[in-house]
């Protein structure tokens, strides 16, 4: 079984920072790519930014120069730093990691529960 546990979400005012984390546990034989989304009151998820198992990061153009995702191997975790919020930011955020466990032959998606980011004006 495996799971994934968020921390880091909050209210924070706009200009401020927050710094989000995603770790894994369970029986995880490897880590492939990991990932934030965030889905905001009435609006589709969206992705916001990606991290490689080679570190390769991709960025929605909405937080590029403001957020940076970046990943620990050995903990299993990935983390989104999120600088200068906006009030557009505010969302649900969520971590997505494919993995293998062990005995699969397959990746598979696990989605974190989520933490809200709220960012006043």
């Known amino acids: 079984q495996v799971r994934l546990v968020e921390s880091g979400g909050g209210l924070v005012q706009a200009g401020g920072s927050l710094r989000l984390s995603c770790a894994a546990s369970?029986?995880?034989?490897?880590?492939?790519?990991m990932a934030w989304y965030r889905q905001a009151p009435g609006k589709q998820r969206e992705l916001v930014a990606t991290i490689t198992s080679g570190g390769t990061t991709n960025y929605a153009d909405s937080v590029k120069g403001r957020f940076t995702i970046s990943r620990d191997n050995a903990k299993n975790t990935v983390y989104l730093q999120m600088s200068s919020l906006k009030p557009e930011d505010t969302a649900v955020y969520y971590c997505k990691v494919d993995l293998l466990r062990w005995g699969d032959y397959a990746l598979n998606i696990y989605w974190g529960q989520g933490t809200q980011v709220t960012v006043s004006s």
């Open positions: 369970g029986s995880i034989r490897s880590i492939s790519a």
